[in-house]
T-cell receptor, first 114, second 115 residues
């Protein structure tokens, strides 16, 4: 069965510094996608970055990068140069090739300090 | 280009009542998924609709039902509401041909409070 673990309920980071949000996953399907979403207080889930299980390089999208370690089954999100607007809940999610739905982790609340 | 639109944004219902939540998908999307997000938790998959049929269902009781219309919009119905049904209900749309590599576009959700 699919499972996503995020062990950091809350994180603090100083503005302009980098922060890493941890995510580990479990699946028996060799083909899967890993996603990170940001959820501000408005409730909308905002897509940040995607990593495919067969992708050779770590994904990057602007200030977001994904540190993908397949053997360890980890997909950590790195946010560089944090901004006050980055304060939100962050969710790691997985979707298997044969599945239609996402499995989400419990989330990490990131607070960026001025 | 409008994203996913959900209505209403907030709703208060009494235990035992029935509720209908609505979702209009992003333009060009043909698949709608519903998720329940309890306070302090990650979203949990309820079901997905494609071509007006339920394509996949999560571990939710039959009190949760849905519908998809020919214009791809969707409704989520919950009967015999329980206090534990209080949550943020998120609708997400996608393109069926997009495959598992593509993410969803989420709406801002409907916050349901059962009293």
């Amino acid at each position: 069965a699919q499972k996503i673990t995020q062990t950091q309920p809350g994180m603090f980071v100083q503005e302009k510094e980098a922060v890493t949000l941890d995510c580990t996953y479990d699946t028996s399907d060799p083909s899967y996608g890993l996603f990170w979403y940001k959820q501000p207080s408005s409730g909308e889930m905002i897509f940040l970055i995607y990593q495919g299980s067969y992708d050779q390089q770590n994904a990057t999208e602007g200030r977001y990068s994904l540190n993908f370690q397949k053997a360890r089954k980890s997909a950590n999100l790195v946010i560089s140069a944090s901004q006050l607007g980055d304060s939100a809940m962050y969710f790691c999610a997985m979707r298997e090739r044969g599945g239609q739905n996402f499995v989400f982790g419990p989330g990490t609340r990131l607070s960026v300090l001025p | 280009d409008a994203g996913v639109t959900q209505s209403p944004t907030h709703l208060i219902k009494t235990r035992g009542q029935q509720v209908t939540l609505r979702c209009s998908p992003k333009s060009g999307h043909d698949t709608v998924s519903w998720y329940q997000q309890a306070l302090g938790q990650g979203p949990q998959f309820i079901f997905q609709y494609y071509e007006e049929e339920e394509r996949q269902r999560g571990n939710f009781p039959d009190r949760f039902s849905g519908h998809q219309f020919p214009n791809y919009s969707s409704e989520l119905n919950v009967n015999a509401l329980l206090l534990g049904d209080s949550a943020l209900y998120l609708c997400a749309s996608s393109l069926a041909s997009g495959g598992y590599r593509y993410g969803y576009t989420f709406g801002s959700g409907t916050r349901l409070t059962v009293v």
